[in-house]
């Protein structure tokens, strides 16, 4: 991951699709693709497929990430400057383990806690 942040936007792309295909149960290397691409002004739908596509292969992958350390993902990406993959994070993962009807009740908590 350190290589892909010196490298040419073309050469950090082959490198975390190497990481990506070599460690496919590495989250970290999905939300660094999803913030290369957001640097680079590829836009929101980009950024929402990546983190949508890590979800899904990470949960193939039985890899199981509480909601609670992807929201803290999605806060760190926030203070990166990456408030897309911030926004793509939370959107795909703010109802993981929460019940239907537990679910405003959990989010209006959330709200508050970041207040």
């Known amino acids: 991951l350190a290589l892909a942040r010196l490298e040419t936007y073309e050469n950090a792309r082959r490198v975390l699709n190497q990481a990506r295909e070599a460690v496919p ?8 693709a999803a913030k290369l691409e957001e ?6 739908d980009l ?5 949508s596509k890590a979800v ?4 193939s992958y039985q890899v199981v990430i509480d909601r ?5 993902e999605a806060e760190a990406a926030e203070h990166a400057s990456a408030p897309l ?9 703010v109802g993981l383990g ?3 009807e537990d679910r405003r009740r959990t989010w209006l908590d959330d709200a ?3 207040e």
């Open 25 to 32: 149960t590495e989250p970290a290397i999905w939300l660094t």
């Open 39 to 44: 640097a680079r002004g590829n836009g929101a």
């Open 47 to 51: 950024v929402d497929r990546i983190v």
């Open 56 to 59: 899904q292969s990470l949960a």
């Open 68 to 72: 609670e350390s992807w929201l803290k």
């Open 85 to 93: 993959t911030c926004g793509a994070v939370v959107r795909h993962t």
């Open 98 to 100: 929460v019940e239907d």
């Open 112 to 114: 508050e806690a970041c």
